[in-house]
């Protein structure tokens, strides 16, 4: 079995800073991302990074957020700076075998972010 586990998440303040982190176990995950659905809304890609290093940002956090991976360890990373009120969320980890799934077959049990403005 394969397993994502997420961690990080919590307050933050609008414009501040929080880092998300993501280990999985089981398998090595090749495509691994960051996703995050607010009440009401769908699931939508946040970033996205392969274990090759191919990385892939939504529009709404480029120049603000960094995903990253250490190999060795199966863990990715999402350093999220300037925070915005519209950034809280469920953030869910995903990952895949393959290189560019077209949905993630694995998922993590998401982590709340919270923004207070």
């Known amino acids: 079995q394969v397993h994502l586990v997420e961690s990080g998440g919590g307050l933050v303040q609008a414009g501040g800073s929080l880092r998300l982190s993501c280990a999985a176990s089981?398998?090595?995950?090749?495509?691994m991302g960051w996703y995050r659905q607010a009440p009401g809304k769908q699931r939508e890609l946040v970033a996205t990074i392969t274990r090759g290093g191919v990385i892939n940002y939504a529009d709404s956090v480029k120049g603000r957020f960094t995903i990253s991976r250490d190999n060795a360890k199966n863990t990715v990373y999402l350093q999220m700076n300037s925070m915005k009120p519209e950034d809280p969320a469920i953030y869910y980890c995903a990952g895949d075998r393959r290189v560019v799934p077209e949905s993630p077959g694995y998922w993590g049990q998401g982590t709340q972010v919270t923004v207070s403005s």
């Open positions: 089981g398998s090595i995950i090749n495509f």
